[in-house]
């Protein structure tokens, strides 16, 4: 029996795809063959920007006096957070070795790859978050350099809010690019810096596009789509928090999903009652923004009890679960697709989205069922070696021999055989 549906979304209008597609297909070859030109040109012609693509040092410093000391101070709680976090999980990536049998020992190695390219979007909001979460990951993992971009914010460029995170968490060098041509900038090295090997960072469709065409030779974090939040929530949740909450995540947007699944009929009810006020909370566009991704987008589902609602939430697979329950600890143990998981009536999605430590980059439109989000472990490649000795080697090579004649590759058999002693190998053939 499925859980019963209080409040139903309606399907949204399918993308112009094949236009998103073609258009970023040919912004990069064009960005390919002329380089930064082409990347002036687009920044010119899109964002209308025509100052230095490069951001010096003195706009750097500028920005953070630009800023009240309140929010500096804030910028830089929020990043000592996702620092320390990041650094933690670098620690728990670990090198290691095993001798699998006398002579025969294998290993990993966590290897930083040497360049990244982050991206931070621009658009309704300054992104300061999203710089802090990508550059100050990138660190954290060991990366040898890092580029980040971010689109202009006016005539003056890179909002300085945005700037100075951007700054903070260590970026090397700061392009005042958006869009497309910021992503292949990233990507080919443009402006005199190193071409990415990893790049990483949110963005509107034409960038997620742009990333997803340029991945297999340059590394990406995802392909992300639509932010989302599903809530579960029973008897003890506050349906004023519960409103609130799933309005604060639906002004990212038309096409952001708020879910909330409940076992209490009545908590259902007060907050469906409770949304158009809560709505009101917000400035105008905002508001607008929220009230369209709720009527479009937005469901409430009732359960029949926890068990319902922890298999519910596993199978729409959130990029961020908050559950507002009792019991947490049983929440933790059951619940298993999610990007990022918010535990207990305080902690709200925003925590994990601004300030708390655990990044926001992460797995949208259910990717969650196979992948976590942003991490170190994006900076990382996880590469084995192996060191054979003389008294490994009769067995190894015998084997190897074997399983290689049986699949009729002779020359793999040969290779393994050769390093027989001269006596074995006879034996062996």
């Not at 003195?58 to 320390?84: F, V």
């Not at 945005?162 to 060098?173: E, P, R, T």
Request: overall charge negative; glycine content about 10%; charged content about 20%.
């Amino acid at each position: 029996m499925a859980p019963t549906v209080l409040k139903a979304s309606r399907p949204l209008p399918p993308e112009a795809r094949v236009d998103i597609e073609d258009t970023v297909r040919i912004m990069l070859a064009r960005l390919r063959s002329g380089g930064a030109e082409a990347a002036r040109d687009y920044a010119m012609r899109l964002d209308g920007w025509q100052g230095e693509i490069v951001v010096p040092p003195r706009r750097r410093a500028a920005a953070a006096r630009a800023l009240p000391e309140g929010l500096r101070a804030a910028i830089a709680y929020a990043h000592d957070n996702i620092r320390r976090f990041a650094e933690a999980q670098r620690a728990s990536a670990a090198d290691m070795q095993v001798e699998l049998r006398p002579g025969l020992v294998a290993g990993q190695r966590q290897i930083p790859v040497h360049s990244a390219g982050c991206y931070v979007p621009g658009g309704r909001y300054a992104h300061i978050a999203s710089a802090l979460m990508t550059i100050a990951t990138a660190r954290a993992a060991g990366v040898t350099h890092v580029t980040a971009c971010a689109p202009p914010r006016g005539g003056a460029g890179i909002a300085p809010e945005v700037l100075y995170a951007m700054d903070l968490a260590g970026a090397d060098d700061i392009l005042c690019l958006g869009g497309v041509q910021g992503v292949g900038a990233l990507a080919f090295g443009l402006f005199g810096q190193p071409p990415a090997d990893v790049l990483a960072g949110p963005g509107n469709a034409y960038v997620a596009e742009a990333k997803r065409q340029l991945y297999g030779p340059i590394g990406i974090d995802m392909v992300a789509g639509p932010t989302d939040l599903l809530i579960c929530a029973d008897a003890s949740a506050d349906p004023d928090r519960v409103a609130l909450d799933l309005v604060g995540q639906a002004e990212h947007g038309a096409t952001s999903p708020v879910w909330l699944l409940t076992d209490h009929e009545p908590l259902a009810r007060e907050v469906l009652l409770r949304m158009p006020a809560t709505f009101a909370r917000l400035p105008d566009e905002n508001r607008r923004a929220a009230e369209a991704a709720w009527e479009g987008c937005g469901e409430v589902l009732l359960c029949r009890d926890r068990q319902e609602m922890a298999k519910t939430a596993d199978a729409y697979a959130p990029e961020h679960l908050q559950v507002m329950a009792e019991d947490t600890d049983w929440w933790l143990e059951n619940l298993t697709a999610y990007g990022s998981l918010f535990l207990g009536h305080d902690a709200t999605t925003a925590f994990g989205d601004k300030a708390s430590g655990t990044n926001h980059v992460l797995p949208t439109g259910g990717a969650a069922r196979y992948t976590g989000g942003l991490s170190v472990h994006k900076f990382l490649k996880t590469v084995t070696w192996q060191r054979v000795d003389p008294e490994a080697l009769p067995e190894l090579a015998r084997a190897t021999a074997a399983i290689s004649r049986a699949e009729g590759m002779v020359g793999h058999a040969l290779t393994a055989e050769e390093r027989l002693p001269k006596t074995k190998r006879v034996a062996a053939g």
